[in-house]
């Protein structure tokens, strides 16, 4: 039974076990194994192992013409961008060609303060007053809200917060706060939003 193969339940047999580790570890300090075997095959010692190296072959010369040709590129490509301005911080790309001047004279550059400049809101022609409605009464509620002064919903109806609005608006202005918008009112609120 102790030879049946298929018993798992077997214990293996080791006695060779020390004569075989104690032959792989004499090989492995260069002394000669005390029984030379002809069947074993050690394919873990160091000595039977020999590492081979590759040799890594020279470029040829179809690489080396393609990288020379692919940094030759990349190094036209980034001129051409650096020429049109690309890498500057400047919002306008830079002429290429110097700027001369005539001897003995210098350049006079002369600039305009500019204002802002606020869109015109068009004021009514005729006087207004609570009650009114169209299109003139909306031209007014535009042009008070332009003028800062709040007049509610723009809605064509002089109501009572257009009112309120004329008034304060009257008041601010040195005006008689009545609420009506007539000829006075609208030339100081012409001048206001212009």
């Given at each position: 039974?102790?030879d049946?193969?298929?018993?798992?339940?077997?214990?293996?047999?080791?006695?060779?076990?020390?004569?075989?580790?104690?032959?792989?570890?004499?090989?492995?300090?260069?002394?000669a194994?005390?029984?030379?075997?002809?069947?074993?095959?050690d394919?873990?010692?160091?000595?039977a192992?020999?590492?081979?190296?590759?040799?890594?072959s020279?470029?040829?010369?179809?690489?080396?013409?393609?990288?020379?040709?692919?940094?030759l590129?990349?190094?036209?490509?980034?001129?051409?961008?650096a020429?049109?301005?690309?890498?500057?911080?400047?919002?306008?790309?830079?002429?290429?060609?110097?700027?001369?001047?005539?001897?003995?004279?210098?350049?006079?550059?002369t600039?305009t303060?500019?204002?802002?400049?606020?869109?015109?809101?068009?004021?009514?022609?005729?006087?207004?007053?609570?009650?009114?409605?169209?299109?003139?009464?909306?031209?007014?509620?535009?042009?008070?809200?332009?003028?800062?002064?709040?007049?509610?919903?723009?809605?064509?109806?002089?109501?009572?917060?257009?009112?309120?609005?004329?008034?304060?608006?009257?008041?601010?202005?040195?005006?008689?706060?009545?609420?009506?918008?007539?000829s006075?009112?609208?030339?100081?609120?012409?001048?206001?939003?212009?």
């Amino acid at each position: 039974m102790a030879d049946d193969p298929d018993n798992w339940f077997d214990e293996p047999d080791v006695s060779d076990a020390w004569e075989a580790r104690s032959e792989r570890l004499a090989r492995s300090r260069g002394a000669a194994p005390a029984e030379p075997d002809a069947d074993s095959d050690d394919w873990l010692s160091p000595a039977a192992a020999k590492p081979t190296l590759r040799k890594r072959s020279a470029p040829n010369r179809r690489q080396v013409a393609l990288a020379g040709a692919a940094v030759l590129a990349l190094a036209l490509l980034l001129g051409i961008l650096a020429a049109a301005g690309v890498f500057s911080s400047s919002s306008k790309p830079t002429s290429l060609a110097p700027t001369t001047t005539p001897s003995g004279t210098t350049p006079t550059v002369t600039t305009t303060p500019t204002t802002p400049v606020k869109p015109k809101v068009p004021v009514p022609t005729s006087g207004l007053k609570p009650g009114d409605k169209g299109a003139s009464v909306k031209q007014l509620q535009r042009a008070l809200k332009s003028a800062g002064y709040t007049v509610g919903k723009i809605d064509g109806s002089y109501g009572p917060s257009t009112e309120s609005a004329v008034k304060q608006f009257q008041q601010a202005h040195g005006l008689t706060a009545d609420g009506i918008a007539g000829s006075k009112t609208l030339g100081a609120l012409r001048s206001a939003v212009s």
